[in-house]
């Protein structure tokens, strides 16, 4: 989670819907490596998160809009290797235009018929 909510994806555009590797940040390193102990560092990394996010709610949807767009596009970052953003493409490349025409068809079914299953359309907000 930290490495996805902290300054440099913030305000990098380089990290442009992307995450950061959390001992990388120079301002949470000690913190993160000093415990030797994966889960207390896994609860440490989301706390420093947690705060991260109260300190900053101007960048939420920032964020948000930049994980949601991240997460319709099959392209990788230019810096991939060209075997994993072709691979990427290819294979993420149809489902997504699956996804799209499918979306609205079956959402406004699921709503006409009062069916509960416009409820896994919800889900799509919460991939970011």
Known sequence: MLGSYNSVVA???LYYGYNVWPTLLPEYREQIIAPNNEVI??????QLAIQWARKHPEKWW????????RSLTPFLEPRSPLLYRVGMLVSWGPIVVLLTLGFFPTA???LRTNNPGWIIHLECF???
């Not at 560092?41 to 989301?46: C, D, G, L, S």
């Not at 920032?62 to 767009?69: I, W």
């Open 108 to 110: 406004i079914y699921f």
């Open 126 to 128: 919460t991939l970011f």
């Open 62 to 69: 920032y964020l948000v809009e930049t994980r949601f767009r």
């Open 11 to 13: 305000s990098d555009p």
């Open 41 to 46: 560092r896994n609860h440490v990394e989301t």
